[in-house]
């Protein structure tokens, strides 16, 4: 959300400005203070960084230089050396704020959420309007999985800088986050319960997969047929498949439901009832009922639907163009998810998770070579990170040139071991250039993978070839069972895409 590094940047001159007037007399010192000031004004951190501790050694008893030591390093992405600077501030002055938001903007930086917690917390305690250390709080709570938390102060956020585009991006995927956690609770807790079905179909809808949303819904009426929206729901589908006389009937049949009884029903009392929304999404127990999870889940994504408009009323920015890649992607328009994430890049050049997005859905779309471009470039900030050199592998492998692919996917490997989707591809280049030996302890443990049989059929021609004809007789038989079930969850999926009028 607040990235620290941005925003503390506008409080450099100040501070520096601040320190100077404390400076010794002597000849170079301030001549120096005013070059480090120069270099942090100018974005050349790691240039100041040198400066600043000679200031610091003249004067080790001042704060503001030792901050201003602290907030170079920072700002230069040298976390681990701000942290004790930082430290060292609020040993000396237990109360400096800017201290307390720096180093928690390193902590996070360095992955360490948790750590950040309660000085952000003491610094919201001081300055309750500090809508930086908000933004910062409400992430390390999501990071921490403390959705709840963070939601709240996501919502203090919106109400102290109500057109942050930042503020309510946060917002809305806290209460995505939320509302897929008890989607996944509601799994585990009732897989076959009207309720899964019920999402399942609200997901499909999201998706314009309307026949497979009308599949899902009816199910979850053979089970629950009171159950409140699902009618209503199933009604939207006939309207936007053409059949709006359908759609009549099963509004009709929604508005002759009896009403819930909101004393053994309280969830969905609240939630049809257009009250107080929030106090749905609020867990009741250690481990709630599946209907509780249900409209927990409802709750939580009608939350982050309204977060999500309210963010796209707001001029374009990052946040904007990240919900419309990520609304985009969902329904499958990956070209226009890339134009999305391209447009977001534009406004936050560099910015490596969003390099990520735009190179996945270009290779989502079939566009391999611009996703190769793409992970390149990612790839000359961060030549380790498995997630590009897999995705420039796999689109070499796709573009049937195996050979360009090997290198790639061996990177991604070493700094992921546990990449599968890497070994799967891996096993499949080496074995189209005939290196069968290398190639099958790969395909080997990617086998878990292989949904539609191809890993057990190149698995089955590179046992033969190294002649192991029994392994391979074996993996042949499993590609043709999973060849045979893949023909089966075709026929069902085309059983389950009949749109019929209401019964």
């Not at 309204?306 to 969902?330: K, T, Y």
């Amino acid at each position: 959300m607040v990235s620290g590094k941005g925003r503390t940047a506008f409080g450099l001159s100040a501070l520096f400005l601040i320190s100077g007037l404390l400076l010794p007399a002597a000849e170079d010192l301030p001549a120096k203070a005013q070059r480090a000031k120069e270099l942090m004004a100018t974005g050349r951190f790691a240039e100041a960084v040198p400066l600043c501790k000679e200031l610091v050694a003249a004067m080790p008893g001042n704060t503001g230089l030792l901050l201003n030591l602290g907030l170079a390093q920072h700002m230069a992405g040298m976390e681990k050396d701000a942290v004790p600077t930082f430290e060292a501030v609020l040993k000396a002055d237990p109360r400096r704020v800017p201290a307390m938001v720096s180093l928690s903007a390193a902590r996070l930086a360095l992955g360490q959420p948790a750590q950040a917690i309660p000085v952000l917390n003491r610094a919201l305690a001081l300055e309750p309007k500090n809508s930086e250390a908000r933004g910062m709080l409400a992430d390390a709570l999501t990071a921490t999985g403390k959705l709840d938390e963070a939601s709240e102060q996501y919502r203090k956020l919106t109400e102290l800088s109500p057109n942050d585009p930042r503020a309510w991006y946060g917002l809305g995927i806290a209460y995505q986050t939320m509302a897929t956690d008890a989607f996944e609770q509601l799994q585990k807790a009732g897989p076959e319960s009207p309720y899964v079905a019920a999402l399942i179909g609200d997901t499909r809808v999201q998706r314009h997969q309307y026949r497979s949303a009308f599949f899902y819904y009816s199910d979850a009426l053979q089970k629950a047929p009171n159950l409140h929206g699902t009618h209503a729901a199933i009604a939207e589908v006939y309207r936007k498949t053409g059949h709006p006389d359908w759609a009549a009937q099963e509004d009709a049949k929604e508005r002759a439901l009896p009403p819930a009884d909101c004393a053994t029903h309280p969830g969905e009392c609240q939630f049809q009832g257009g009250h107080d929304i929030q106090a749905t999404i609020l867990p009741s127990q250690t481990n709630p009922a599946p209907e509780a999870l249900y409209w927990r889940a409802k709750a939580a994504n009608e939350l982050s639907l309204q977060a999500l408009i309210r963010l796209g009323q707001l001029p374009p920015s990052v946040e904007v163009h990240q919900v419309r890649a990520q609304i985009a992607r969902d329904q499958g328009q990956h070209l226009e998810s890339a134009k999305e994430w391209r447009a977001a890049l534009s406004m936050s050049p560099g910015n490596p998770a969003l390099q990520y997005e735009l190179a996945s859905s270009l290779f989502l779309a079939g566009d391999f070579k611009a996703a190769i471009d793409e992970a390149d470039k990612a790839l000359k900030r961060d030549p380790r990170s498995p997630e590009m050199n897999f995705t420039a592998g796999d689109s070499w492998l796709r573009l049937e040139e195996a050979d360009k692919a090997i290198s790639y996917l061996r990177r991604a490997l070493a700094a992921d071991p546990k990449l599968l989707a890497a070994d799967a591809s891996l096993g499949l280049a080496l074995s189209r250039v005939a290196r069968f030996p290398e190639a099958i302890p790969h395909l080997e443990k990617a086998v878990s993978l292989d949904d539609d049989g191809s890993l057990h059929y190149q698995l089955s021609r590179a046992y033969q070839a190294t002649g192991d004809s029994v392994k391979a007789k074996a993996a042949l038989a499993t590609y043709q069972e999973l060849l045979q079930k893949e023909q089966q969850r075709k026929e069902e999926a085309a059983r389950e895409s009949q749109i019929v009028a209401p019964k």
